[in-house]
């Protein structure tokens, strides 16, 4: 049904919450490496440009 269903709005406390039940689910399911953090923050421990540093260093974070 992906992508066949229709999109609902909702708001953004709703979408966050929703987000963030996915990624603990996804977290219990299969682990903390299950879950890529792909922003300029939070876990993300990179040196030199973004990408550059990102492929050199793996992610120090654990939840």
């Known amino acids: 049904m992906r992508g066949k269903e229709e999109f609902v709005q ?3 406390e709703v979408a966050l919450g929703l ?3 996915a990624i603990l689910d ?3 399911k299969h682990g903390n490496e299950a879950v ?3 922003s300029y923050g939070g ?3 990179t ?3 973004y990408s550059g540093g990102a492929a050199r ?3 120090s974070c654990r939840m």
Request: a positive charge.
């Open 57 to 59: 260093r793996k992610s």
């Open 47 to 49: 040196t030199g440009d």
């Open 36 to 38: 890529f953090s792909s």
């Open 43 to 45: 876990c993300s421990m």
């Open 19 to 21: 987000s963030a039940k």
């Open 10 to 12: 909702v708001s953004w």
């Open 26 to 28: 996804t977290i219990e």
